[in-house]
């Protein structure tokens, strides 16, 4: 029976969760290598977060029509991936809503109805057609003044994606990584039990792919519909999407909140190594 080393680092407004059960892998060794992992977590941290002076996400805010910077890897990939969610969702996913939420919400997080012209004003700020990426200077041009660019719903994601290649760099190949309860990565042919709460709670082994669950029962009324710039209607049901990466799964379960069973099916057809959990 394989042993299980478990270790927990808070990072990105949740707890990162690493275990690792390999055989010829001691606790030592473990140890290790998750805290390379969450080393890896903070940086990516300091280098997406919307909320830091320091990370190349809030400098593209500071930005003003017309200008443009260049970026590293982790921001040029998670941009990249939400211009192609956007796509692939027909704009249900969009990382520029972020002024929506002042005014729907009042800072008591009571619900707050826009005044006339609010949301006209907010809509030259936002759209994920105001940024443009030249891939060869890995180089971001803004459209507009002070973008507000946000990757709660892929950047936890996209560190678990590099937390498997740590993993993999220091030679882990059976483990379990997670960013709280949102996003699961399951590693080894063996697979990893994870209970999944459907209309009856169903367990599934979890090996080689990701798994996402978004929904409203943490954070409330958190999303908004980039199509109607109204927020979502708020209901019981949980979006889960297995994906090959967890990038991936992340922004889909959260698309698939907000769109049409038609427009969900489109996408599944488009992407066979996908699946919804209904």
Not at 188 to 203: A, C, N, R
């Amino acid at each position: 029976m394989r042993e299980e080393h478990t270790f927990h680092h808070e990072a990105m407004n949740t707890e990162f969760e690493v275990v690792i059960a390999q055989e010829g892998v001691d606790f030592g060794l473990a140890r290790y290598a998750a805290q390379m992992v969450f080393n890896e977590v903070d940086r990516l941290e300091e280098e997406l977060s919307r909320f830091k002076p320091t990370s190349q996400i809030w400098r593209l805010g500071m930005l003003n029509a017309g200008e443009s910077m260049h970026v590293d890897f982790a921001a040029w990939d998670c941009l990249s991936l939400a211009k192609a969610v956007y796509a692939e969702t027909n704009g249900a996913f969009d990382i520029t809503l972020g002024p929506l939420m002042s005014l729907w919400r009042n800072p008591d997080g009571s619900q707050r109805i826009p005044l006339p012209g609010e949301l006209d004003a907010s809509r030259e700020r936002m759209g994920m057609h105001l940024f443009d990426l030249d891939a060869e200077k890995l180089r971001v041009t803004v459209h507009t003044d002070h973008m507000l660019f946000d990757l709660g719903a892929v950047g936890k994601g996209y560190a678990l994606d590099q937390a498997v290649r740590v993993l993999e760099q220091e030679g882990i190949y059976s483990a379990f990584i997670s960013a709280g309860e949102s996003t699961l990565v399951g590693l080894g042919p063996q697979g990893w039990p994870v209970t999944v709460h459907l209309d009856e709670p169903q367990t599934l082994q979890l090996a080689g792919d990701a798994l996402s669950c978004s929904g409203f029962a943490v954070q409330g009324n958190h999303l908004m519909d980039p199509r109607t710039l109204e927020p979502v209607v708020m209901d019981a049901r949980r979006s889960y999407v297995l994906a090959p990466t967890a990038s991936l799964s992340d922004a889909l379960s959260t698309a698939f909140l907000i769109m049409k069973p038609d427009e969900i099916s489109a996408v599944l057809q488009n992407h066979p190594q996908v699946r919804r959990l209904a």
